[in-house]
């Protein structure tokens, strides 16, 4: 079974500041990786993804997230928030098989982010 | 037009009534997924289906049904409404897990 652990549902940052939303994942096999990004009142929208390629993923609007397989992590940081990053963050992650995999997104709880002025 | 469209975006309904929420794709996406949002719970997966004639149930399927009527259409009802179905729902397609498009939600109360 797959799992994913956000830690910390409510983060505060000052406009500037690091942002950095923590991830866990709980996976039998070799996981994809997502970040989701749900503005007030709007759909999940895709900030990047961790398909086994590079374990450092660069996404949209400056977000980047670092795949560590010995910490089972997959933290999202941006370097200096913006008043527009205030959203919430989900953490997914699904079965990387092909042939007979369920293929199902599995999400955290998600991580509401404030960036403070 | 929207790549993944949800209809209605908002519905309000009584206690033991049916309802059907609809989902269109643009995608030519064969995997299609129902999702619901409650605060503090993330989205938790309801029914997904990975052609039309495979239906399968998620982790909270009890209360809802689905039914896939073409590759592109893919619904979901509540057969008798109850105040706790009152959330956000998503459908989402996917390509082979290298990601999903969501569509933009159908808030619905239940009263």
């Known amino acids: 079974a797959q799992s994913v652990t956000q830690l910390g549902s409510h983060v505060s940052v000052s406009e500037g500041a690091l942002v950095l939303l923590r991830c866990n994942y709980s996976?039998?096999?070799?996981?994809?990786l997502f970040w989701y990004v749900q503005y007030p009142n709007q759909g999940l929208q895709l900030l990047l993804k961790?398909?086994?390629?590079?374990?450092l993923v660069k996404g949209i609007n400056g977000f980047e997230a670092e795949f560590k397989k010995s910490e089972t992590s997959f933290h999202l940081t941006k370097p200096s928030a913006h008043m527009s990053d205030a959203a919430e963050y989900f953490c997914?992650?699904?079965?990387?098989?092909?042939?007979?995999?369920?293929?199902?997104?599995?999400f955290g709880t998600g991580t509401l982010l404030a960036v403070q002025p | 037009d929207a790549d993944v469209t949800q209809t209605p975006r908002n519905r309000i309904t009584k206690t033991g009534k049916r309802i059907m929420l609809e989902c269109s794709q643009t995608?030519?996406?064969?995997?299609m997924y129902w999702y619901r949002q409650d605060p503090g719970l993330g989205l938790r997966l309801i029914y997904y289906s990975f052609d039309v004639k495979d239906i399968n149930k998620g982790e909270i399927s009890d209360g809802y049904s689905v039914s896939r009527q073409a590759q592109a259409k893919f619904s979901l009802s509540l057969e008798s409404a109850i105040p706790n179905q009152t959330a956000l729902y998503f459908c989402a397609t996917s390509d082979l897990g290298r990601g999903y498009t969501f569509g933009s939600g159908t808030r619905l109360t239940v009263v």
């Open positions: 995608k030519g996406h064969d995997r």
């Open positions: 996976s039998s096999v070799p996981p994809y």
């Open positions: 961790y398909t086994s390629a590079a374990t």
């Open positions: 997914a992650v699904s079965d990387r098989r092909y042939g007979g995999a369920t293929n199902k997104l599995i």
